[in-house]
DNA sequence: CGTACACCCTGGCCGC
DNA sequence: TGCGGCCAGGGTGTAC
């Protein structure tokens, strides 16, 4: 389910629970995941308390009383289950993609759960975290201070890749996956095929708004759910209902927030359908009319 | 160096 | 019902 809406609403709902607690268990039943558990995994969380958990780009961060940090990454097909501790019996039984087992001292405990074996975890000091390897080449937080039209434009300056793809290198910007680069490429009226480095001055100013626009509402909105993915609680987001392009091929397009703007009319829905093209071995949704 | 692409893995869906 | 082909939210290693 994860790019950056998704994690960030992963990261609160396990949040309410796991802040504060101790891991009284910690049960590695499937080390080969995207890459192998660190050496001694389990041994080294059990006992530990969790103080805080936080989000970088994609990455879940759970900061640990001993000065370590639990890295967790959700690959395409990572979920956490939570599993209440007021719960009376029994813990429903790990199923054959439920990888990893976070037991706590309020009996609250986490399945990490992922088909595909994409995602990964890792443990690193809290003071080595931004040169940890994972971090060290990681743009900026897209909703943070760093990020605006300028520093967009400074990175992308001299990219020959469509502006699609610079979308998707986390050292531009981190945390956008390849939903929201096509929702916020509608946004912005911006078509996907253009050559990054052309993305500059008032276009790279509307693109950095449409992408702080669009994981804002995602986030607000719990994120998108896709198949059977849900929220560590069990809710549904809802993000997907408001998709504007993504997966939406031959829907007609509702109209450019950009464009819209420009023309002085709203509600001016253009009706163009939407089209698919194949980039980098990856769908990119988009509007011919609306986006150049 | 920057860019392009195959690949890791499993499951769901569609067409035959 | 069965099966092959294609598709899927990500990121990395390798070949140009």
Redesign the pocket.
């Given at each position: 389910?994860?790019?950056l809406p998704?994690v960030e609403t992963v990261c609160r709902g396990l949040a309410r629970v796991l802040e504060g607690r101790r891991l009284t268990r910690v049960e590695a039943r499937r080390p080969d995941l995207?890459f192998p558990l660190p050496k001694d995994f389990a041994a080294r969380l059990r006992g530990r308390t969790i103080e805080r958990i936080r989000r970088r780009?994609?990455y879940m961060l759970f900061e640990l009383d001993d000065g370590q940090v639990l890295i967790g990454?959700l690959?395409?097909?990572g979920r956490m289950r939570i599993m209440p501790g007021d719960r009376e019996g029994e813990l429903e039984p790990p199923g054959?993609?439920d990888h990893v087992i976070f037991a706590t001292d309020d009996g609250t405990t986490v399945y990490f759960n992922d088909?595909?074996?994409?995602g990964y975890f890792d443990l690193a000091p809290c003071t080595e975290l931004e040169a940890h390897?994972?971090f060290a080449n990681l743009g900026p937080e897209p909703l943070g201070n760093d990020f605006n039209g300028p520093a967009l434009a400074a990175a992308l300056k001299?990219?020959?890749?469509p502006i699609k793809?610079a979308l998707?290198d986390?050292r531009v910007v981190a945390g956008i996956?390849?939903?929201y680069a096509c929702e916020a490429l509608h946004r912005a009226g911006i078509s996907p095929r253009r050559l990054?480095r052309s993305v500059q001055g008032a276009r790279a100013e509307r693109l950095a708004s449409a992408v702080r626009a669009v994981l804002t509402d995602a986030i607000a909105a719990g994120?998108?759910?896709?198949?059977d993915?849900v929220q560590p609680d069990g809710e549904l987001g809802y993000f997907q209902h408001a998709w504007r392009v993504y997966g939406r091929e031959g829907a007609p397009c509702g109209g450019s927030d950009a464009v819209i703007a420009a023309s002085g009319q709203s509600g001016a829905a253009c009706g163009e359908p939407v089209r698919r093209l194949v980039q980098?071995?990856?769908?990119t949704f988009y509007c011919g009319v609306c986006q150049r």
């Open positions: 389910m994860p790019e998704e995207r780009a994609k990454h690959g395409m097909s054959a993609h088909a595909r074996r994409f390897k994972y001299g990219k020959k890749t793809a998707l986390q996956g390849n939903i990054a994120g998108s759910s896709l198949r993915h980098a071995g990856r769908s």
